[in-house]
């Protein structure tokens, strides 16, 4: 079995400030990816970056960073620069082995203070 | 190019009917997934269906059944819904395995 787990329900960032999203995971596979979802009240669901187990290196996406660490099972996300528009919903998301089904955490709301 | 394309937006059924959700995915895209996401939760795993072949099933209810067709569009059916059936259903395309985007997504409420 895999599970996401978010434990922070909400937070709150000035905008330009940086903020950090936890999330811990667990799976029994050795290959397995892990994504960040954002989801506006379009409902809209957007994915904000990727993460492949097997790569060292932290995914980044323009202001958007992951910190994987691997042994932990930890995947946090940073936004550098908050802007409004980051305003949403964040869920992050686990797949794994040969399992193709997306396992979410439960999400936390972020809003972005002008 | 249209991203994966949901239909209708928001639907009302009464309890006891039977529902039809449709998804259309992005042109290429051969895998179909659906998720059910309840007002404050996260999406919750359904279906996945590959070539028209299901590729995984979720806990749900055998009143949940899907299908894909040969133009890779897929329809969700829901029969006998209950209160609890309520929530946003969203559906996924994808071309490999871990590339997935979604559709807006489909409001069901149950009355």
């Known amino acids: 079995a895999q599970t996401v787990t978010q434990s922070q329900p909400e937070m709150s960032v000035q905008e330009a400030e940086t903020v950090t999203l936890s999330c811990t995971y667990d799976?029994?596979?050795?290959?397995?990816?892990l994504f960040w979802y954002k989801q506006p009240p379009s409902r809209q669901m957007i994915l904000v970056i990727r993460q492949e187990a097997y790569k060292q290196q932290n995914a980044t996406e323009n202001r958007f960073s992951v910190n994987f660490q691997k042994a932990a099972k930890s995947f946090s996300l940073k936004i550098s620069d908050s802007q409004l528009g980051d305003t949403a919903m964040y869920f992050c998301a686990l797949v794994s082995g040969a399992n193709s089904k997306l396992t979410f955490g439960k999400g936390i709301t972020l809003s972005v203070r002008p | 190019d249209a991203g994966v394309t949901q239909s209708p937006t928001h639907l009302i059924k009464t309890r006891g009917q039977h529902v039809t959700l449709r998804c259309s995915p992005i042109s290429g895209h051969k895998s179909v997934s659906w998720y059910q996401q309840v007002l404050g939760q996260g999406p919750q795993f359904i279906f996945q269906y590959y070539e028209k072949e299901e590729r995984g099933r979720g806990n749900f209810p055998d009143r949940f059944s899907a299908r894909q067709f040969p133009n890779y569009s897929s329809e969700l059916n829901v029969n006998a819904l209950l209160l609890g059936d309520s929530a946003l259903y969203l559906c996924?395309?994808?071309?490999?395995?871990?590339?997935?985007?979604f559709g807006s997504g489909t409001r069901l409420t149950v009355v």
């Open positions: 799976t029994s596979e050795s290959n397995y990816y």
């Open positions: 996924a395309s994808s071309l490999e395995y871990y590339g997935y985007t």
